[in-house]
């Protein structure tokens, strides 16, 4: 099981609204929370992410909990996510190389990587859409934190 404290922000019926606090500041803008870079800050606007979670011990806002997640289903999810794209793109090149002639050969290698790419994101999107309903890629508050 993969552990990281969180700090309660919301509650609605039985599930806590998170936000992962980090025991050791960035190092790029010393943050523990949300991003403090300029330019990052600039792009996703300072905001933390929120996560929902089953609230089973009963915490409260403002609290800090222990969430975990099975490894298996972390080691999964990132198969799936970069695994999968980068299969397809891979597969999307050979084929189109192997159908490209002469001089144009390179062009229609690239066309067919990034549409093996497309393939593959929007296979991984959908196939994601359902997921969230599967309860073991779930995170799980364990106990209340420090």
Not at 38 to 58: D, E, Q
């Amino acid at each position: 099981m993969v552990e990281e404290q969180a700090v309660i922000v919301g509650l609605q019926d039985e599930t806590a609204m998170l936000e992962i606090v980090r025991s050791k500041p960035c190092g790029l803008c010393g943050q523990t929370r949300g991003c403090g870079v300029s330019m990052w800050g600039k792009l996703f606007r300072h905001r933390p992410y929120i996560f929902r979670a089953l609230n089973r011990v009963n915490a409260k806002v403002g609290d800090f909990v222990v969430v975990g997640i099975e490894e298996q289903a972390l080691l999964r999810s990132a198969v799936l996510v970069y695994g999968i794209p980068l299969l397809t793109m891979l597969a999307g090149a050979v084929l189109a190389g192997l159908a490209g002639e002469g001089s144009n050969r390179d062009v229609t290698t690239a066309i067919g990587a990034l549409a093996g790419l497309a393939i593959g994101l929007l296979w991984v999107k959908g196939h994601t859409a359902g997921g969230s309903l599967d309860s073991r890629y779930q995170p799980v508050i364990l106990r209340l934190g420090n």
